[in-house]
């Protein structure tokens, strides 16, 4: 149990689908991120959010759509994907203010698009 | 090539046995941190260790910073079959918040 939980563990969809991953963290932490993971790729970082604020956008495209209502929960809206967006999506979560802070995974999603 | 990359790519040892793995990066850090990942499972952070400092120990783990030369090593003692992952360095850049760069990993497999 890592204090961070993500639903669904996993999810098939069409490209013309449009669904949502969820990701909450129960450490009190103020920072959250969502991270892609493909196969013999490092992980990238995607969106960052401080104090529900976004940060972040490393150049993703708008098919992905970043959510922070709090800051205990984080979502991944997810339409018209491609085939190269399937991939382990990957929520952390971390005490921001503090330097030298380790970040906090959850078990991702692991994302497959028809 | 990318900020941190890891190497070996993958290592196959026997329990009882060491394990080495190196990291390298680019640019200035503010720290840099060693995770593992179990097959299907998110990341684990391991250890820290900060800019400043060259050594830290943490039970079987010894990481070592070498800022001069951009790199770091990641040593596992009398490994475990248990030990059996994916190991990533990544380094934090921090730009104005906590920015961490990773590397591709190194897979460990730890035989009984």
């Known amino acids: 149990e890592t204090g961070v939980t993500q639903t669904p563990r996993h999810l098939v969809m069409g490209m013309t689908n449009k669904k949502s991953l969820k990701c909450e963290q129960h450490?009190?932490?103020?920072?959250m991120y969502w991270y892609k993971q493909s196969a013999k790729k490092p992980l990238e970082l995607m969106f960052v959010?401080?104090?529900?604020?976004?940060?972040e956008n490393n150049s993703v495209p708008s098919r992905f759509s970043p959510e922070c209502p709090n800051s205990s929960h984080l979502f991944l809206h997810l339409h018209t994907l491609q085939p190269e967006d399937s991939a382990l999506y990957l929520c952390?979560?971390?005490?921001?203010?503090?330097?030298?802070?380790?970040?906090?995974f959850g078990d991702g999603t692991r994302l497959s698009i028809l | 090539s990318q900020q941190g990359e890891e190497d070996p790519q993958a290592l196959s040892i026997q329990e009882g046995e060491n394990a080495t793995m190196n990291c390298s990066y680019k640019t200035s850090i503010n720290n840099l941190q060693w995770y593992r990942q179990n097959s299907g499972r998110g990341l684990v952070h391991l250890i820290l260790?900060?800019?400043?400092?060259r050594e830290k120990h943490s039970g079987r783990l010894r990481v070592t910073l070498d800022t001069s030369k951009k790199s770091s090593s990641l040593l596992i003692t009398a490994s475990r079959a248990a030990d059996t992952a994916s190991y990533f360095c990544?380094?934090?850049?921090?730009?104005?918040?906590?920015?961490?760069?990773f590397g591709t990993g190194t897979r460990l497999l730890v035989s009984p």
């Open positions: 990544a380094t934090d850049l921090y730009a104005g918040f906590q920015k961490l760069v």
């Open positions: 450490l009190g932490h103020n920072a």
């Open positions: 952390a979560s971390s005490q921001e203010g503090s330097h030298n802070q380790p970040q906090h």
């Open positions: 260790i900060r800019s400043n400092e």
């Open positions: 959010y401080n104090f529900k604020e976004q940060t």
